[in-house]
C-alpha cells in the first residue's frame, strides 16, 4: 500500500486520498491500519486520572465511529457536500470547497468520538469531570478554524487584502503578547471615568483597601434608608455601572434609593499580607457602619454580587451575632454560600491546587488577576480565547468596541493569604454552610442568624455560580420564616444575566412564589416573564426602603468630607 503525504499538506493529501481509496475495499483496510484519528493523547488524559473504559463500550464507540466516518467519506467521494451545524463553521468558505468541509465535518465528528470516550470513564464524579474538561480543551484546540492553514476564510482574506490581514493578524498577536492577554474589545475605545463608570458621586471614605462612593441623587425625595452595593472584589466595581443606559447603580439611583458603593483597592505587594478578615471587617463591616453614620439610620438595604455577596453574608452573620440589626434586607446577585456545586470551575480545585497556592502565596503575596482572567476565559474556550484568535489574528480584524469585555480584561489581584483562605474554606471544605465551621476575627458566624428579608438571584446558564447553588442560599437565610425569601431566575450567564436593562427589553426570567422543595420543583412550577428583572427587585427594595424623604443636597457628612469626585482613584489602578 502506498504512503500518503504528510497531513500538514491538506490539499496534496486530500488529492492521494481520494485517488487511492476511491475502491471501498481498499479504503475499509486502510482505515483498519491507520485510524483517521489519534487517542492517544485522550488515553493518556484518561490514565493520569487513574480512570478506565471499559473494553466493550470502547469498541462500541470505536465501530459506531467507523462507521460515521465511513458515511462521510463515502458522501464526500460522490460529490456530497457535509452538512455543518456548528457556529465555528457557518461561514460559506467552509462549504465552498469538499476539502474544508470534509475538514470540519471530520473535525466535528472526531471530536464526538473523544467527548464520547470522556464520558464512558469509569472514574469518580469529580474525576470524570476533569477529564471531560480536559478532553474539552483539546478538543477546542484542534478546531481547524484556529489554524491559518485550515482555516478557508482567514485564507481567502489574505488573498483578497494581499497579505495585509496576514500583517495586521501578527501585529495584533504581538501587542497581545505585551498586554499578556488576548485583547476582545478595543481598549482604546474605553475609559474609566469618560466612558464608563460616569456615574456622578464623590468618594466619602476610604482606607487601604477599598474606597466608598457616595452617588448624587436624581430625584428631589429619597427613601430614608440608603443602599450598600458591595461589588466583588475579584473584578473592578464598574460591571455594576458601566454606561448609563445598563447601569444598575444609575437604576438605583433613579427608583429615588441613596446608593453607595465599595470600590475595592487593586492590592500591589504592599497589601499582599491581607485576609479574608481584614475584607470582612476593614471592608464590608467597615463600609456599612460608614454609611450609617453619614445617613443616620440604623439600618441600611445591603446587596452583594458573586464573591461581594459571599463577603457580605459573612459579615452580617458577624454583625447579627453581635446582637446588632444592620439591614432592613439583603440582596444576593449570582452568589454562593453553598459551594456543593460550584460548576466546573471545580476542576480547578482540590488538595493537591489549593496545597500548592497555601505554600506560594498563603503567607503572603498575590493572587495575579492575569490568572484569574485566564482562568475563566478557559471555561468558555471557544467564546473568550479561540473566537479572538481567529478574528484577530488569522484574519487581522481590529476588535470592536464592547464596555462588557473591556471590563473583562481590566483585571484585579488577590492578596495570597485572603485568596488562599477563601479557596480552602468555601471551594475546597464549604464551611460557610454549616453553622460555627466559619469564624471571622475568633468568632464563629452562623449565617442563620441574619434576621434580614432576602431577594435571592440567580442566572441559569451561569457557568460560575451555577443557578441551583445560588438557589441553595433561600434555604440558609431565614430558615423556618416562609415568605421572607425571594428567588427570582433570571435567562443568560453570570454577567449579561444580572446586566439586563429594563429598557432594553431582551431575555426573560421566571418567579414562583410557592414554596419548593428543590430547584427542580421550583423551576418546573415557575412562571417565564418577558424582559428585565430589574423591576421585580425595585419593588422589593422599595418595601424595606422607609419613608421618602428630602433628597441629600451633598455628599458625605461633617466626619465624613468628600475626597474625590467618582469613580475614585483605586479602580482606575491596573493590575501589575
Not at 101 to 119: C, D, E, Q, S, T
Not at 245 to 254: D, F, M, T
Not at 301 to 307: D, E, K, Q, S
Not at 362 to 381: E, H, N
Request: glycine content about 8%; aromatic content about 10%.
Amino acid at each position: 500500500m502506498n504512503t500518503l503525504p504528510p497531513k500538514a499538506d491538506p490539499a496534496a493529501w486530500t488529492r492521494q486520498f481520494a485517488t487511492q481509496f476511491a475502491n471501498p475495499a481498499a479504503w475499509q483496510d486502510w482505515l483498519k491500519l491507520q485510524p483517521p484519528i489519534d487517542t492517544r493523547p485522550i488515553t493518556a488524559t484518561i490514565k493520569e486520572f487513574g480512570a478506565t473504559i471499559d473494553p466493550g463500550t470502547l469498541a462500541s464507540l470505536q465501530s459506531e465511529y467507523m462507521q460515521e466516518f465511513g458515511k462521510l467519506w463515502q458522501e464526500v467521494l460522490q460529490g456530497g457536500t457535509p452538512s455543518l451545524t456548528d457556529r465555528r463553521f457557518s461561514d460559506p468558505h467552509w462549504k465552498s470547497s469538499p476539502m474544508h468541509a470534509f475538514n470540519a465535518a471530520a473535525y466535528l465528528l472526531n471530536a464526538r468520538f473523544l467527548m464520547a470516550m470522556a464520558g464512558a470513564v469509569q472514574a469518580t464524579p469529580r474525576a470524570r469531570q476533569k477529564i471531560r474538561f480536559a478532553v474539552q480543551q483539546m478538543v477546542d484546540a484542534m478546531s481547524p478554524a484556529n489554524f491559518l492553514a485550515s482555516n478557508p476564510e482567514a485564507l481567502q482574506k489574505v488573498i483578497d487584502t494581499r497579505g495585509e490581514s496576514l500583517a495586521k493578524g501578527i501585529t495584533h498577536m504581538l501587542e497581545d503578547l505585551q498586554k499578556g492577554h488576548i485583547s476582545q474589545s478595543d481598549e482604546k475605545a474605553f475609559e474609566v471615568g469618560r466612558n464608563v463608570a460616569t456615574t456622578e458621586g464623590s468618594v466619602v471614605f476610604e482606607n487601604p483597601l477599598f474606597q466608598l462612593i457616595q452617588y448624587k441623587p436624581l430625584t428631589k425625595k429619597v427613601y430614608e434608608r440608603p443602599l450598600l452595593l458591595v461589588p466583588p472584589c475579584i473584578n473592578k466595581y464598574y460591571i455594576l455601572d458601566l454606561q448609563p443606559e445598563n447601569s444598575l447603580v444609575r437604576y438605583a439611583i433613579e427608583q429615588g434609593h441613596t446608593v453607595f458603593l465599595v470600590s475595592w483597592c487593586n492590592p500591589d505587594a504592599t497589601l499582599g499580607h491581607l485576609s479574608w478578615d481584614d475584607y470582612i471587617l476593614d471592608g464590608v463591616v467597615k463600609a456599612i457602619g460608614v454609611v450609617s453614620e453619614i445617613t443616620g439610620q440604623d439600618q441600611i438595604n445591603a446587596l452583594g454580587f458573586c464573591v461581594g455577596g459571599t463577603l457580605l453574608a459573612s459579615a452580617l452573620a458577624l454583625l447579627y451575632g453581635r446582637g446588632e440589626n444592620p439591614v432592613a434586607s439583603l440582596t444576593l446577585l449570582t452568589t454562593l454560600l453553598d459551594f456543593s456545586d460550584v460548576g466546573v470551575i471545580d476542576v480547578y480545585v482540590d488538595e493537591a491546587q489549593v496545597a500548592m497556592r497555601e505554600q506560594s502565596i498563603g503567607k503572603g503575596g498575590l493572587m495575579p488577576g492575569r490568572d484569574f482572567t485566564a482562568t475563566f476565559s478557559s471555561l468558555r474556550p471557544n467564546d473568550l480565547v479561540w473566537n479572538y484568535v481567529k478574528s484577530n489574528y488569522l484574519k487581522g480584524e481590529d476588535p470592536p468596541p464592547f464596555d462588557l469585555l473591556y471590563w473583562n480584561a481590566d483585571a484585579t489581584n488577590l492578596p495570597g493569604p485572603m485568596f488562599c483562605w477563601y479557596l480552602r474554606n468555601m471551594y475546597l471544605e464549604n464551611r460557610l454552610r454549616e453553622p460555627g465551621q466559619v469564624s471571622v476575627a475568633g468568632e464563629p458566624i452562623d449565617l442563620a442568624a441574619i434576621d434580614a428579608p432576602a431577594f435571592v438571584y440567580g442566572s441559569r446558564e451561569d457557568h460560575i455560580v451555577p443557578w441551583n447553588s445560588a438557589y441553595a442560599s433561600v434555604g440558609l437565610l431565614n430558615p423556618g420564616k416562609a415568605g421572607r425569601n425571594r428567588f427570582i431566575l433570571g435567562a443568560s450567564g453570570h454577567i449579561a444575566g444580572v446586566i439586563n436593562p429594563p429598557a432594553k427589553k431582551k431575555r426573560s426570567y421566571w418567579t414562583n412564589e410557592q414554596p419548593a422543595a428543590s430547584h427542580q420543583q421550583w423551576l418546573a412550577e415557575a412562571t417565564e416573564h418577558p424582559g428585565s428583572w430589574w423591576p421585580e427587585w425595585a419593588k422589593f427594595l422599595a418595601a424595606h426602603a422607609g419613608e421618602q424623604v428630602a433628597a441629600p443636597r451633598k455628599p458625605g457628612s461633617a466626619a465624613y468630607a468628600p475626597i474625590e469626585p467618582a469613580p475614585g482613584r483605586y479602580v482606575k489602578v491596573k493590575a501589575e
